[in-house]
């Protein structure tokens, strides 16, 4: 019973150590969109400028190999199960993006004869039509 009780406390002292490493990671700057075949897209908060306007830089990452694709004012992970609110194609296998001030920028990756393709969207407020206005861009140094 000692034992028992021994390894119960052991477990739960583990657990608080886990879930203060979690925390931790939490709290880190970079968001990471999980994807297929080592494509990801990652939003790095650059922190704020002087008037607090916040910054984000925006890489595709192929195997490892990250290339930047934009600096942008917001940037998160969008759900797989939101692309169709933001008019992204359901073979896409990382998108990210994000509205501030009344304008929004978004991205996402689909794979064409096994490498990524990379497309970027925008929508503002004040725009007259209802689309994202996606066009496929060129990454430098594409892998």
Known sequence: MLLLAAVALVIGCNSESD???N???ADTATTVTPSEKGVKLICTDMGEDSTGTPHYDVY???DGMQTKIKSVYACNDIAKESYAQYQIPTDAIAACGGWYAGAGDY???ILREGKPVVFEG????????????WKEISINNRP
């Open 122 to 133: 925008w929508r503002e407020e004040q725009q007259e039509d209802d689309g994202y206005h």
């Open 23 to 25: 925390d931790k990671q």
């Open 60 to 62: 595709v990452s192929v």
């Open 19 to 21: 879930k203060k490493t």
């Open 107 to 109: 991205y996402y990756v």
